[in-house]
């Protein structure tokens, strides 16, 4: 429940005095300090709002935006905005300010936060929100909804224009909550950060539910069952430090220059492991990361919702020094298949690294879309038709490889050349087709089979000769679908040589 | 006492432990077939293999529990 009638502080007024301004200073960030002490729930929070905007900045590189504003005389305006550089490049920066009201956006507070989404999005700079907030201040009444509206449009006309991230550092509730939800990423501290419409005691006023916080906002509600947050991290250090890897795979801008690194070979070991990784049979599981570490460069890579719909993994990496989003079937969760909360995430992702240019990877490895009452029920076609929307919609480069199995709706969803692919390859060893072998010979030979004698005999003899006449890829080739069949170990090669090619030799 | 759910709507196709067996984090307790995809189902805990909870060929939905696990104290 956010805390509102904390009284404000007013022990000292600023003077316009120049020769006072040390003075005035001193007074400002003790005052900080002291209501930070008084913060409740403390919990796991140690560093006060301009701490944390300081720490998320390159050393000594943050300048605070307008420190003294206030909503009244020695009150703070209730966050600290400014901005400073993350490896060298400038980003701005918001963090509510908890000691003031819990943080609970009023007109002033609103203003401050609007006009550093202004400088943001007119100078093309990313935009990190450090969250701490009970919402709107209610004292503030219909002004601090229509600041909060205001900062919802600005989240949104940022959408467009540069990265945002929001990070959620305590208890978030309403437009705190909000706001996070119309930005790129969201990275929770677990145990420490919660989202939610309202607060535990006013949802047991409304529906007599009773339940903590951390049950209807915490971070693992958010990272593995709603998908709300992206990333469940255990500390603020290791939140910031999870900030600025993401912005470094990340143009400033839309239209901004890729951080390009110098090229790292992928890992050795990985590599050579590559050729016989995938279990031939196409039923057998395997980890699709350690397929990655034998394509992409060795070196750090940034995974979003991975304990969210597992069986695709989504994460920013680079290869030949281009930052990349890959996009992989994971057979090792859920046999790898798209389902509703899989389209959901995978859609989300191509469109974002759409919308700033970066190259989209695709590893396919899909046994289909699950069907049945469950999916069908929570919406499958229409999830499964965003992910279709989202590759179309996505100029940057696009390169897949079908590195087992692809097969029917899952196939078309996953990259594939219909939907505009700049380069697509297929594993020697693959098979692409409307569905699988069993299932396909099931339909197409019904009659026989129900006469047979040994139906399972015969089954397995025609699957066998479907799966070596009608899904090898060299079919697919020959019709122009795929590009070229290629050996795994040529992987890495192909995409650097599509995606120079692509990017003119630059980044893209 | 921790319950090994299935992770898919699937049918249990091999059950490779039985009541009583030892076993820890990683140990494959089952295999599940959906999507002609053979999905291990592992143990996350260690602990002694309790109530086999499902037969052979039986459909389980998503979250549906499979196996029981007797978790070792302290392990």
Same mark, same amino acid.
């Given at each position: 429940m956010p805390k509102l009638d904390r009284p404000a502080v007013a022990d000292a007024t600023v003077s316009t005095?120049? =020769?006072?301004l040390p003075d005035q200073r001193a007074i400002l960030a003790e005052r900080r300090t002291s209501r930070f002490a008084r913060v409740e729930p403390k919990g796991k929070r140690v560093y006060t709002a301009r701490e944390r905007a300081e720490m998320l900045v390159d050393p000594g590189s943050f300048v605070e935006m307008t420190p003294m504003r206030s909503a009244s005389p020695g009150a703070g305006s209730g966050v600290v905005s400014g901005w400073g550089t993350t490896d060298g490049h400038s980003v701005v920066v918001v963090s509510h300010d908890a000691a003031v009201a819990s943080g609970a956006i009023g007109a002033v507070m609103a203003e401050a936060i609007q006009k550093a989404q202004r400088f943001a999005i007119d100078k093309g700079y990313p935009i990190v929100y450090i969250n701490d907030s009970g919402g709107a201040r209610i004292h503030d009444g219909i002004f601090a909804l229509h600041g909060c509206g205001g900062i919802f449009a600005l989240n949104i006309e940022a959408q467009s224009r540069i990265p945002q991230i929001s990070l959620i550092l305590g208890p978030c509730a309403g437009a705190a909550a909000y706001s996070p939800a119309l930005t790129d990423w969201t990275i929770m501290v677990k145990e420490q950060g919660q989202m939610f419409l309202t607060g535990p005691d006013i949802v047991k006023a409304a529906t007599g539910e009773d339940a903590s916080a951390e049950d209807i906002g915490g971070s693992q509600l958010h990272t593995k069952?709603?998908?709300? &947050? =992206?990333l469940e991290v255990d500390s603020e250090e290791e939140a910031f430090h999870a900030t600025r890897l993401l912005l470094s795979f990340l143009p400033t801008h839309k239209g901004g220059a890729q951080k390009r690194h110098d090229p790292v070979p992928a890992n050795p070991h990985s590599v050579e492991a590559l050729p016989t990784l995938v279990p031939e049979k196409s039923s057998i599981v395997f980890d699709m990361n350690k397929l990655l570490d034998g394509v992409l460069d060795n070196g750090a890579r940034l995974e979003l919702m991975p304990e969210h719909a597992p069986s695709i993994l989504t994460l920013f990496a680079r290869i030949d020094g281009h930052a990349v989003g890959v996009l992989a079937n994971q057979p090792n969760a859920r046999g790898g298949i798209l389902d509703s909360k899989a389209s959901v995430k995978a859609a989300r992702f191509v469109e974002f690294c759409g919308r700033f240019d970066l190259p989209v990877l695709t590893f396919v490895d899909v046994p289909g879309f699950l069907p049945g009452t469950v999916e069908e029920g929570r919406g499958v076609i229409t999830h499964g038709a965003k992910l279709l929307k989202a590759y179309v919609d996505t100029k940057s480069p696009k390169l897949t490889v079908v590195v087992r199995k692809s097969y029917g709706g899952a196939y078309i969803a996953m990259g594939s050349a219909s939907l505009g692919a700049h380069a697509n390859w297929a594993w020697a060893n693959s098979e692409i087709a409307v569905m699988g072998p069993g299932g396909a010979v099931a339909l197409l030979h019904r009659r026989a089979l129900k006469e047979a004698e040994e139906p399972t005999v015969l089954r397995d003899e025609l699957a066998a000769v479907y799966r070596e006449e009608? &899904?090898?890829p060299y079919l697919a080739a020959e019709a122009g679908i795929v590009d070229d069949v290629i050996l795994p170990e040529e992987t890495r090669d192909r995409m650097i040589a599509a995606l120079r090619m692509l990017t003119h030799g630059q980044g893209s | 006492m921790h319950l090994a759910r299935a992770e898919i709507v699937s049918n249990v196709w091999k059950i490779e432990v039985r009541e009583g067996d030892q076993v820890g984090p990683g140990d494959v307790l089952a295999v599940l077939e959906s999507m002609k995809m053979e999905i291990p189902l592992v143990a996350s805990v260690h602990g002694h293999v309790g109530k086999i909870l499902v037969e052979l060929g039986q459909i389980v939905q998503e979250g549906d529990p499979v196996i029981e696990i007797d978790e070792t104290a302290g392990a």
């Open positions: 005095d120049p =020769h006072e069952v709603s998908g709300v &947050a =992206h009608v &899904a090898r | -």
